[in-house]
């Protein structure tokens, strides 16, 4: 290869690594100086660990596409009127790799296509539910729902949310038209898809699919602020939902 094009190879390869490092710098200030306060100014006992995530995915019931990696970051482990609280961003990927049949022994980078990527969060209210159920946005997540959808008589819940429950009576006490009105509300705000699951131990598991996750963005400290409240302000709204 000639050397003029090694040299614009490596110009590439260094140039990207720069933006990788500035990107990174700055995402860890963000972490160190906007994000404590942003917490502090809604939950209570804030942990904040920029670099973990939530683990207990398995259990929340929230229909997710297979995958084979799983990453995130921005966990936050916090109270929130009592309740427990944690909050991450995750991405699932896939692993697309590629296997030469003809040479079997050859070992090739591994290769991953992103899958779901956004928000997680769950709180733990401490007191138990009458019902379990799980509201799935309509589209390719719904679709991993095998059960069939609970009709429900508010006007845009049908067309927005696939909703599964064990236990129809219940299901009508715990999930009022009002709340049903306060989901979709949320939905409509949540600058992405929106899926969420009550169990019957007081769990409340939601995610939205945004592609971005937590404190995510670009601009001056008070722009950052104030779309980082508005972020916790969408996930507490989440909360107040089905808050006994």
């Known amino acids: 290869m000639p050397y003029g094009m090694l040299f614009v190879i490596a110009v590439v390869l260094l140039l990207g690594w720069l933006h990788s490092s500035r990107k990174e710098a700055a995402r860890q200030d963000v972490d160190r100086r906007i ?3 942003v917490l502090d100014a809604v939950f209570q006992e804030v942990q904040f660990a920029p670099n973990g995530r939530i683990t207990c995915f398995g259990e929340a019931g929230i229909p997710l596409p297979q995958y084979d990696r799983m990453t995130g970051g921005e966990h936050v482990r916090a109270k929130y009127r009592g309740y427990e609280v944690e909050l991450c961003s995750i991405e699932l990927d896939r692993d697309v790799s590629y296997t030469d049949s003809g040479d079997p022994t050859a070992v090739n980078a591994p290769s991953y296509d992103t899958v779901y990527a956004g928000l997680w969060g769950i709180c733990r209210y ?12 309509r589209g390719k997540l719904g679709q991993l729902v095998r059960s069939a ?3 429900n008589p508010v006007d845009g819940f049908e067309q927005q949310f696939k909703l599964t429950a064990d236990d129809d009576t219940a299901r009508n006490v715990c999930l009022t038209e009002e709340k049903c009105r306060k989901l979709l509300a949320l939905a409509g705000t949540a600058e992405g898809s929106f899926s969420g699951s009550l ?3 007081g769990t409340l598991y939601f995610a939205v699919e ?11 400290d008070d722009v950052l602020r104030e779309k980082f409240a508005r972020q916790l302000k969408w996930c507490t709204d989440v909360m107040d939902v089905f808050a006994p």
């Open 199 to 201: 169990h019957r131990d």
């Open 210 to 220: 945004n592609n971005k996750g937590l404190f995510k963005g670009s601009g001056s």
């Open 126 to 137: 401490g007191t138990p539910m009458p019902v379990s159920l799980t509201f799935t946005p």
């Open 149 to 151: 959808s609970v009709q």
């Open 35 to 37: 994000v404590p306060v």
